[in-house]
């Protein structure tokens, strides 16, 4: 029993519903853990003082959150675990490519409703500095509205808008670093010793030296090293990202306590979801990676337990892009196992999905899921294919040994499919972030470039076209079916292609990675009653298969996927189970047709009553010869009820 389940336990036996007495118990509830949590990165007897001074501050954060936020604190506390619901559909979005400003996206809620999106991750909207800010990354506010967004105003008539019809919002918390713009930085730049302290400074580079022993590079093109030397302070400061970007030294608790009033003042605006940005750099520690530490761990279940007793309606998602073994420990371990984060990126699926598409195999995405610890029961996925950053390969070494390759001739191969090195690929993607020292890069690029929707319109191949259509269609629908909360970035549901754009700004032309941060045609979206269109039949297909996910609550997350071999390296098969209703997924990620025997899926029930409906293509699946034959890059949903 996490602490989520033990307060909705204790609330339902409190006849008392008065926001404030809830709070006090809450507080009693989680204050051992917050105790423990607390001198565990800040021994006792030391920072005694510091300790009381959290104590004293919660209860003054409890008042600072709205009324209407308070009931529905205690409303969803009540409602069970929300983020689970198969009747989620998520979108991410750049406000300002998606249109415009905060008060041109509150006029597209209809598309976004018509699409069947109730769940919008809006990139950083927050002041950030006027030239290279990392997409916003580098904050200089974590609560007031950037102008070109317009207004604190806004942004609050939007959120209520939001609840009034039915909408979540996620926005990010950049919990792991400020810009030097930030006003703590501008102090440490002016000598306050007290926000020098705020971050990882040094009076010289020697302790620097020795971090970059063990410290990998982040950025090894556009920002090496992990240290900048800042001359009007005239010391080092930690830039593990951008050397515009301060790294937070939550070693001092004053940087815990502000940053958690910081993270309060966020939700307050009605933030339903907060993503934790680079969550697995928290905790820095000479001789180290500085990634996914204990102590990071503990410092995220830290800032967990007390937004949990000041606003329990608001969850945390980690943003840990790291080994599949690591993603799952951001939902927490032993005691504080479903005591972290709640939502984590599925970032091994989306890894994997991508080399399946290059290797028209899946192989090594069996290995990997199954290779992946089982998360906690009342934790759920973000699913995805494609987002505003890159594709990272990741992949375990050991697993690819396995399979017969070499790690390093694999990751090369792939870079070069995706990449444009390869004349027989269909990809239109570029390198990001390559590193000559390792041969490690990552991919950059928009769904339907990189499945060879450009490269069939640029060659008129009507083949290269429909496979793209095909492609994007199946990978959108496993993230659709396969447990947790799907994610689509916005245009993707368009099929939008990649935007060079970029390479005019200054700001941004050696950042490839706004190759797929394009801007939202709604030219084409105005012409999507044309059905013949290829942004038409991807848009009309997924809606519906939305559609068809809302209405089945076989969809919902139940920690339920089942993996099934077949045989057959090209086809991935797994199942959806819950009150004795199934959803069989299979899906071909070869270009040619495949077989499969089927005695073993109509032993699991699917052919019990006839001939099963392929939910997908609305056909029903006829076997000949106990084969099921599935096309090219096609998805099948077999429902059984």
């Known amino acids: 029993m996490n602490q989520t389940e033990l307060h909705r336990l204790v609330s339902k036996q409190f006849k008392t519903k008065d926001p404030k007495a809830l709070f006090d118990l809450r507080l009693a509830t989680n204050l051992s853990l917050i105790q423990q949590l607390f001198f565990s990165l800040y021994p006792e007897e030391q920072y005694k003082e510091a300790f009381k001074k959290l104590l004293n501050q919660l209860p003054k954060l409890f008042v600072s959150r709205p009324d209407e936020l308070k009931k529905q604190d205690l409303e969803r506390l009540q409602s069970g675990n929300w983020y689970q619901s198969e009747k989620l559909m998520g979108m991410q979005l750049y406000v300002e490519h998606f249109n415009k400003d905060l008060r041109g996206l509150q006029q597209k809620i209809p598309y976004l409703k018509e699409l069947g999106v109730n769940f919008l991750h809006m990139m950083p909207i927050t002041t950030r500095p006027k030239g290279e800010n990392d ?172 937004l949990q007793v000041v606003a329990p309606g608001t969850i945390l998602l980690a943003e840990a892009i790291v080994a599949p073994t690591d993603i799952v420990k951001y939902f927490g371990e032993g005691q504080k196992e479903g005591n972290e984060c709640e939502i984590a990126y599925n970032a091994s699926l989306m890894a994997l999905l991508w080399n399946s598409i290059a290797t028209k195999k899946t192989q090594l995405l069996y290995k990997s899921l199954a290779h992946v610890p089982a998360k ?33 001739m694999h990751r090369k191969f792939l870079l070069d499919y995706y990449c444009q090195r390869l004349e027989w690929s269909p990809a239109t993607g570029q390198v990001f972030m390559y590193n000559p020292k390792t041969g490690d890069g990552r991919i950059a690029g928009s769904a339907a470039s990189l499945l060879g929707l450009e490269k069939g319109l640029a060659l008129k191949d009507q083949v290269v076209i429909e496979q793209s259509i095909a492609k994007i269609i199946m990978l959108h629908g496993i993230t659709l079916a396969f447990g947790g909360i799907p994610l ?40 999507l009653d044309s059905q013949n269109l290829p942004q038409s039949k991807i848009f009309h297909t997924l809606q519906r298969l939305i559609q068809i996910r809302k209405e089945n609550p076989v969809f919902a997350d139940h920690n ?24 069989l997924v299979v899906c071909n990620f070869d270009s040619n047709p495949q077989v499969i025997e089927t005695s073993w899926i109509k032993k699991l029930g699917y052919f019990a009553q006839g001939d099963p409906k392929d939910l997908v293509s609305g056909q029903k699946i006829i076997i000949n010869s106990g084969l099921l034959e599935i096309l090219p890059y096609q998805m099948l949903w077999l429902k059984r009820d």
Request: aromatic share 14%.
């Open 560 to 583: 339920d996927v089942q993996l099934y071999h077949t045989g057959n390296d090209h086809i991935l098969v797994f199942e959806r189970s819950h009150n004795k209703k199934g959803l």
């Open 135 to 306: 997409g916003g990354y580098a904050v200089n506010s974590y609560h007031e509205v950037d102008k070109k967004y317009g207004t604190k105003e806004d942004l609050l008539e939007l959120t209520a808008e939001f609840r009034k019809q039915g909408l979540f919002l996620m926005l990010d918390f950049v919990v792991n670093h400020t810009s030097n713009e930030f006003s703590w930085a501008k102090k440490a730049m002016n000598g306050d010793k007290k926000y020098q302290g705020y971050y990882y400074t040094f009076e010289d580079d020697t302790i620097p030296k020795e971090y970059e022993k063990s410290l990998p590079e982040v950025f090894p093109e556009t920002s090496p090293g992990n240290f900048t030397y800042i001359p009007e302070m005239d010391k080092w400061v930690m830039t593990i990202f951008n050397s515009y970007q301060w790294d937070l030294n939550y070693t001092n608790p004053e940087v815990f306590m502000q940053m958690l009033a910081n993270l309060v003042k966020m939700v307050n605006m009605g933030v339903d979801v907060v993503r934790f940005d680079a969550l697995a750099f928290l905790w820095k520690k000479m001789g180290t990676i500085s990634q996914n530490l204990p102590e990071a761990h503990n410092l995220i279940a830290l800032f967990r337990m007390c």
């Open 376 to 408: 906690p029961k009342d934790c759920t996925w973000i699913n995805y294919i494609r987002c505003h950053d890159d594709i990272g390969l990741g992949y375990e070494n050991a697993l690819i040994h396995e399979l017969g390759w070499n790690p390093e």
């Open 488 to 527: 689509i970035y916005a245009g993707d549901e368009i099929g939008t292609l990649n935007d060079y754009s970029f390479l005019k700004d200054e700001s941004k032309k050696d950042d490839r990675r706004w190759l797929n941060r394009p801007k939202q045609d709604w030219d084409v979206i105005a012409l």
